[in-house]
C-alpha cells in the first residue's frame, strides 16, 4: 500500500474517531444541561444555571464539529467552525458575567444542592477524557475545530470545579458570594479561548501533511 493510501485510510478513521466523540460529548452535555438548569433553578444558583447554559453551548460547538467532519471536504469548512466556537465561547462568557455581577448586586441566597454538587463532580471526572480523546485526534487528523472544541469541552471542566468549589463553600459556610465569583472566574477563560477560536489558534499540525512534505522531498532526491 502506497504512503498516499496509508495517510488517507489513518484520515478518515481519525474522522470517524471524532464523530464518536462529539457524539458522546452531545449525549453527556444534554443530560447535563438539564439537571444542572433545574438544580440551578431550584437553588436559586446563578453559577449553576450558566453550568447549564454552558452544557447547551457545549452541544452546539460539538454539533458544528460533528457537521463539519460529515462533509465530503471537512477542511474546507474549518473557519466556519472555528467561527461558531468562538461566537459560542463569547455568548457564554457575556451571559455568565451579566448573571453573576446580578447575583452579586442582589446579594441572592444560594441554597444548599445536593444535585448541583452531583453533577459537576460527575462533569469534573468524564470532560477531561473527552477533551484528551479530541484534542490528541484533532492534533494528529491537524483539525483546528476540534482542538477548540476540545477546549470548549475543557473549559466545562474548569467550570465544573468552578461551580462544584462554590457550591460546596456555600453549603458549608454560607458563602453565597463564592457562586457568583466562580462564575465571573469562568467568564475570563470564555473570552481568551473565544479569541483563540476565532484566529485560529489552535497549534494543529497535520501528520498527512508531514507526510505528504516527506513524500514530496523523496521524490525530489529521487528526481
Known amino acids: 500500500m ?9 484520515k478518515h478513521t481519525l474522522q470517524r474517531r471524532i464523530r464518536w466523540i462529539v ?5 453527556y452535555n444534554l443530560v447535563e ?36 467532519f460529515t462533509r465530503r471536504d471537512p477542511q474546507r469548512w474549518e473557519k466556519a467552525t472555528l467561527r461558531v466556537i468562538a461566537i459560542a465561547f463569547f455568548a457564554l462568557a457575556i451571559y455568565v458575567t451579566v ?19 452531583a453533577i459537576t463532580a460527575l462533569s469534573v471526572i468524564v470532560m477531561p477524557f473527552l477533551s484528551l480523546a479530541e484534542r490528541r485526534t484533532g492534533r494528529e487528523l491537524g483539525s483546528a475545530s476540534a482542538i477548540a472544541d476540545s477546549k470548549q469541552t475543557l473549559l466545562c471542566t474548569y467550570l465544573s470545579a468552578a ?10 459556610f454560607g458563602w453565597w ?47
Open 23 to 27: 457524539a458522546a460529548t452531545i449525549g
Open 99 to 117: 448573571t453573576s455581577l446580578i447575583a452579586l448586586i442582589s446579594r441572592v441566597e444560594v441554597e444548599h444542592s445536593a444535585l448541583g454538587i
Open 177 to 223: 458570594w463564592a457562586d457568583a465569583i466562580a462564575g465571573l472566574v469562568i467568564a475570563g477563560f470564555a473570552v481568551r479561548e473565544g479569541l483563540e477560536a476565532w484566529r485560529g489558534d489552535a497549534c494543529a499540525t497535520s501528520v498527512g501533511m508531514l507526510l505528504e512534505e516527506e513524500s514530496d522531498d523523496h521524490g525530489g532526491d529521487a528526481r
Open 33 to 68: 444541561a438539564v439537571v444542572a438548569i433545574t438544580a440551578g433553578t431550584i437553588a436559586s444558583s446563578a453559577a449553576l444555571i450558566a453550568f447549564g447554559l454552558d452544557s447547551g453551548i457545549e452541544v452546539l460547538s460539538a454539533a458544528a464539529v460533528a457537521w463539519q
Open 163 to 172: 461551580v462544584l468549589i462554590g457550591l460546596v463553600l456555600n453549603s458549608l
Open 2 to 10: 502506497t504512503a498516499s493510501a496509508l495517510f488517507e485510510e489513518r
